[in-house]
């Protein structure tokens, strides 16, 4: 009895939600003048503003090998993140996706980046769908670092660097 019990109060604190939060690192690399994105977001979240925003009712989770899927993933992503540098908009490449049970890492580069002086980015995926959505991102650029928080007051922030 008391381990159907334990369990039973596992599994509810593991499938609870409390908090809704992306991770978005990006890295200027010297070498290839691009700047790699690697954005995790948790699959719960994903799925519900996938559905919303496609206006479809799919599990991500089972359609994860599905290359329709994969391409409407990277849509979804690039309708949303949106970066300018040194005020001009930059293209967003879509490179592909890793799933697990919680969480999905979605990939990114941006090529021909000479050099950064500011930097304007906005990611907005699921601030429509969550009212407490924080979307934290964090840049790499030579040996500076910086971190901005994007949610629905503050739908886009900026970096400086010095060259």
Do not use: C
């Amino acid at each position: 009895m008391i381990s159907i019990s334990l369990f039973s109060t596992l599994w509810s604190i593991l499938s609870l939600h409390p908090f809704h939060l992306s991770v978005t690192q990006m890295e200027y690399k010297e070498e290839t003048k691009a700047i790699q994105i690697a954005s995790k977001v948790f699959l719960d979240d994903l799925e519900t503003a996938f559905n919303d925003h496609f206006d479809t009712d799919v599990d991500l989770w089972e359609l994860r090998a599905d290359a329709e899927t994969d391409a409407l993933v990277g849509e979804l992503f690039t309708h949303h993140l949106k970066v300018f540098v040194n005020g001009k908009e930059m293209e967003v490449v879509y490179l592909g996706k890793e799933m697990d049970l919680d969480a999905t890492w979605a990939y990114f580069e941006i090529y021909k980046v000479r050099k950064i002086k500011d930097m304007k980015v906005s990611f907005t995926l699921a601030l429509d769908q969550f009212d407490d959505q924080v979307n934290l991102i964090n840049m790499k650029y030579k040996d500076q670092r910086e971190s901005v928080r994007i949610d629905r007051s503050q739908q886009e922030d900026s970096f400086s660097f010095e060259n």
